[in-house]
């Protein structure tokens, strides 16, 4: 949300803030120069443009609260994770609001809007929707997904690797991470980096990216099936691991980036450090 805030301030909009903790709402407009409400009803009389930004879970039903507390074509915009259920909610609600849903691919340390990825999941007007996310973020690169397109790349790009680094962090808990970090290589250095970043995150929104994903059980049963195969390759024929390697290297050869995979963990590195 914060981030939100400050690339829209920047771009000279003026800000309604509305939050459930009435005392947030206020010190986040105090700070930032904002008007704060105490209603959402108060909020939709004085705004054109409404932005969701709530839990995963609960952003359908806020949808389904802001239009039927509105009687003019406003405009809402929801920016959750995952599409499915917002998409629906937003197109039951098309004929009262003016839709719109998108998913900034971007982390809350961005200062400008500049060449930075938001997609745009359609869902009345694919035209006048993209026309407006133009509009509200000039210098976006845009992309444009279906709703299962999005859903099933959020199952691979967000919830299996926090899945899989939620895993790997519990490996360590009993471990002399002292003695492992000097003793890690860039590679060992690299993941600890990634895992530790999760931690950052709100538990309820990594809850939801596994959770409320229907495609990502289906992902983390693949993930969980190549590991039991993995164990059993090890208990039965070691040799066989060098194989499966070499067929993971060639099915990655076919990925533009595999070059490069070095320089970028390098670079992880370095700005990890300073």
Same mark, same amino acid.
């Given at each position: ?8 301030? @920047? ?6 803030? &509305?939050?459930t ?47 039927s ?14 599409k ?16 719109l849903?998108?998913?900034?691919? =971007? ?5 400008s ?18 026309? =407006? ?31 899989? @680094?939620?895993? &790997? ?8 991470? $002292? ?6 290589g ?10 530790? $970043? ?6 309820? =929104?990594?809850?939801?990216?596994i ?32 194989? +499966? +390697? ?8 076919s ?15 370095q700005?990890?450090?300073?």
């Open positions: 949300m914060f981030v939100f805030i400050k690339l829209l301030l @920047n771009q000279g909009h003026e800000l309604n803030i &509305f939050d903790d009435n005392s947030l709402a206020g010190n986040i407009a105090a700070e930032t120069g904002s008007s704060a409400y105490n209603s959402i009803q108060d909020l939709l009389s004085e705004s054109d443009t409404v932005i969701i930004c709530t839990p995963i879970g609960i952003t359908p039903e806020i949808i389904e609260e802001v239009s507390n509105t009687s003019r074509d406003l405009r809402v915009v929801e920016i959750s994770s995952i499915n259920q917002t998409v629906l909610a937003l197109e039951r609600n098309s004929e009262k609001i003016t839709p849903s998108l998913h900034p691919m =971007f982390g809350p340390d961005v200062d809007i500049e060449g930075q990825r938001i997609v745009i999941v359609p869902v009345i007007d694919r035209d006048r929707e993209e026309k =407006f996310t133009r509009e509200l973020f000039p210098g976006a690169d845009i992309m444009v997904l279906d709703a299962e397109t999005h859903d099933r790349s959020m199952a691979l790009i967000l919830s299996l690797p926090y899945f899989m @680094n939620s895993v &790997f962090l519990r490996c360590m808990v009993d471990e002399d991470l $002292t003695l492992l970090r000097k003793m890690g860039p590679t060992f250095r690299t993941q600890l980096a990634l895992a530790h $970043t999760i931690l950052g995150e709100d538990p309820l =929104f990594v809850e939801s990216l959770e409320d994903n229907v495609y990502a059980g289906d992902i983390l049963t693949k993930y969980i099936d190549e590991l039991k195969y993995l164990r059993r390759m090890l208990k039965s024929r070691p040799k066989k691991l060098v194989e +499966y +390697y070499e067929e993971n290297k060639e099915e990655m050869k990925d533009p980036e595999f070059s490069n995979a070095r320089h970028i963990r390098n670079l992880f590195l700005e990890n450090q300073e």
